[in-house]
Each structure stands twice: as C-alpha cells, then as structure tokens.
C-alpha cells in the first residue's frame, strides 16, 4: 500500500468513525464545544499527517483533512440545533468536499483524460447536490404530512368532546389541544 493510499485509507476510516458518533439533537453546550475542539484537532493532525507527502499528494491529502473537518462541522451543528435545514447541509458539505476532494486528483492527468476527470467529478457532484435537494425536500413533505395528521386527529378528537357538556367537555378540549399542541 502505498503512502497516498495508506493517508486515503486513514482518513476515510476517520471519517466513518466521527460519522458514526452522530450527535442528538439535546446536545448541551459544553458537548459542542467539546465537539468542536474535537474537530478542531483532527484537523490539525490529519493536515500535519499530509507533510510527508509532497506535490499533488500532498495537496490531495490536504483537500480530505479539510473535507473531513467540514463535513465533521456540519455534523455537529445539525446534531447541536436539531434543525432539518443543518441536517441538509450536511449532505451539501459531504458533496462539496468529494468534489474538492475528485478535482485536486484529476490533476495528475493530464490532455484529455484530465478533461473526462475533471467532466466526471463535475457530473458526481452536480448529482450529489440533487439527491440533497431531493432528501430536503421529501424531508420537508414528510413534515407537512405529519401536520396534516396531527390537525385530522385534532379535529377528530374535538368532534369527540361535542358530545360533552359543562366541564367535562372544556376538560376534553382542553387535553385534545394539549395533546395535538393546538392553542
């Protein structure tokens, strides 16, 4: 194996395991930093693990160390905020770093195969940008779906407390809206 691969082989496994360590969304603040920091100095050593190599290998084992650390941020911040549109992003920071990651090593080719390469690595990324469009927004339909459910049920449950008078029927009303979240 040679060194090229054996930093490529490094990395990925890298990769994987901070992938692997997905945060949940009740992060507390001293678990981001902590996550940042961590981050922060898995960069530091994978672009110091890239000074053995020399001309495009260097450059190419610098592109994934940088890829590694952005993909690693996006994770974190969608794993911290919870929100659905940093959960996205991540999608877009993964692509955006196999592109960086494809055309620094199209440029040890050369005339007409660096051309295809470099074709090729456009036509990946452009691909991986739609499939993150497409999970956004089946993301965002799934969502929509379950309001409408959670308003049919409501609606459901209201109807039920018709039958009710005085009290008991405030009290059904009352834990209907509590339990659809409705005010």
Do not use: P, W
Not at 90 to 99: C, I, L, M, Q
Request: net charge positive; glycine share 6%; with cysteine.
């Amino acid at each position: 194996m040679t060194t090229l691969q054996h930093c490529k082989s490094a990395l990925a496994i890298a990769a994987l395991f901070a992938a692997s360590g997905a945060y949940a969304a009740t992060m507390n603040d001293a678990d981001y930093k902590a996550g940042k920091d961590r981050i922060s100095a898995d960069f530091k050593a994978d672009k110091a693990a890239c000074d053995s190599f020399s001309g495009n290998a260097k450059d190419i084992c610098v592109e994934q160390a940088k890829g590694k650390e952005n993909v690693s941020k996006a994770e974190l911040e969608a794993g911290y905020s919870g929100k659905a549109t940093d959960q996205a992003k991540v999608a877009v920071v993964k692509a955006d770093a196999n592109y960086a990651v494809a055309k620094e090593m199209c440029d040890d080719k050369g005339g007409n195969a660096k051309d295809v390469c470099v074709s090729e690595a456009k036509a990946t990324h452009t691909k991986e940008l739609a499939d993150a469009k497409l999970t956004k927004k089946v993301g965002e339909a799934k969502t929509d779906a379950a309001q409408d459910k959670r308003d049919a049920d409501y609606k459901v449950a209201a109807e039920k407390c018709e039958s009710l008078a005085g009290d008991a029927k405030a009290s059904c009303i009352s834990a209907a809206k509590q339990r659809f979240n409705k005010s």
